[in-house]
């Protein structure tokens, strides 16, 4: 390791640090397919729900965190509610390899 920089995952500001692939400051770092500067494409994997709850009758973005989204075929979220476990599904928006968000708004459960 080269004396005065540091590995990292992630550089950000850091100018002293040294990339995945060992190169000092390349800025290369693991994606979500855990591939050494990847771009998100080499797999299809969920990281993040964010939220990962919605109250009902009201509408919400869910954003959406992985890799391998694609436009074709488009992935659908599929949302279950809590109180009757009847399953609602939406479209994913696409946003890159990595990002999507679902549109989802479920209807009040029956009590």
């Known amino acids: 390791m080269n004396e005065g920089l540091n590995e990292c995952n992630e550089c950000g500001e850091d100018t002293s640090c040294i990339g995945c692939d060992g190169e000092p400051n390349s800025g290369a770092v693991i994606d979500n397919c855990d591939i050494c500067a990847g771009n998100h494409t080499d797999c299809m994997i969920v990281v993040t729900i964010k939220p990962s709850a919605v109250p009902e009758n009201m509408d919400y973005n869910i954003t959406v965190h992985g890799a391998g989204f694609h436009q074709h075929p488009t992935p659908v979220c599929l949302y279950t509610r809590v109180s009757d476990s009847e399953e609602f599904n939406a479209t994913m928006k696409v946003m890159?390899?990595?990002?999507?968000?679902?549109?989802?708004?479920?209807?009040p459960g029956r009590n």
Request: net charge negative; proline share 8%.
């Open 96 to 107: 890159d390899p990595s990002m999507g968000y679902c549109r989802a708004n479920l209807e």
